[in-house]
């Protein structure tokens, strides 16, 4: 099985950027399709960002759109979410997933359910 560390979280001002690293260990990652989701108090888990495991697909939601990017590295075992322009409303604990997807290289996920392995979370405040 896979074991997912989230690192990279923080407290920032509004307008700050901040790059979150997922690492993997006991599996390679190439063989998983990644997502981010973030879920902040009272809320439900909330999607953020997919990728497929090669990397070639990608797909973010509405709520972060033009201002995060989901990426990978397959080589380091490592898959990226950069955030820009971050707003008080990002504020959450954010998590990486991960599903193995021995059929598509080009698929990606974006439902809580569609994920077997997760993370512990990392947090993220941004302050007015």
């Known amino acids: 099985q896979v074991q997912l560390v989230e690192s990279g979280g923080g407290l920032v001002q509004a307008g700050a950027s901040l790059t979150l690293s997922c690492g993997a260990s006991?599996?390679?990652?190439?063989?998983?399709?990644m997502g981010w989701f973030r879920q902040a108090p009272g809320k439900e888990r909330e999607f953020v960002a997919a990728i497929s495991r090669s990397g070639r697909s990608t797909y973010v939601g509405d709520s972060v759109k033009g201002r995060f990017t989901i990426s990978r590295d397959n080589a380091k075992n490592t898959v990226y979410l950069q955030s820009n322009s971050l707003k008080p409303e990002d504020t959450a604990v954010y998590y990486c997933a991960a599903r193995m997807d021995p059929f598509s290289a080009t698929t990606y996920y974006t439902g809580v359910h569609d994920y077997g392995f997760w993370g512990q979370g990392t947090q993220v405040t941004v302050s007015v």
């Open positions: 006991g599996r390679t990652l190439s063989t998983y399709a």
